[in-house]
């Protein structure tokens, strides 16, 4: 059951972004956006340890050369891996597309800012 409540969470978030960011295109409304949740959530069962990890050393790395300035950096490694397997999803799926990194990183928020909320609830699967 909470597996079909992060789906839905998730399909949502899709089909609000393909709606209202320009750059995030969706050719079949919801079906497209319940495609890109199960394909999104694959790729991030698979890759995302591998993807935060890498994030994470670089961040250490950034932080450590900057004396803690970087610091900050560590509260986008969500976003920024999320936004790497949203341009993933989108070389995979031919009825997704993103028109470059800046719609990716936005609507890598936004699956980050669902992601968290499910969390919030014990919903998260």
């Known amino acids: 059951m909470k597996l079909l409540l992060v789906l839905a969470a998730y399909t949502a978030v899709a089909f609000v972004a393909s709606q209202t960011l320009p750059g995030v295109k969706l050719e079949k409304g919801v079906g497209a956006a319940a495609g890109l949740a199960i394909v999104f959530g694959v790729l991030n ?71 968290w909320i499910l969390k919030i609830l014990s919903i998260s699967a």
Do not use: H, R
């Not at 950034?62 to 560590?74: E, K």
């Not at 936004?83 to 470059?100: Q, R, V």
């Open 45 to 115: 069962f698979f890759l995302s340890l591998v993807i935060k990890f890498a994030l994470g050393v670089a961040a250490t790395a950034f932080t450590i050369l900057t004396l803690g300035a970087g610091f900050p950096v560590f509260f986008l490694i969500g976003t920024i891996a999320n936004a790497i397997l949203l341009k993933l999803a989108d070389a995979l799926l031919p009825g997704f597309e993103l028109d470059g990194w800046a719609p990716a990183f936005l609507m890598g928020f936004g699956f980050a800012l669902c992601g």
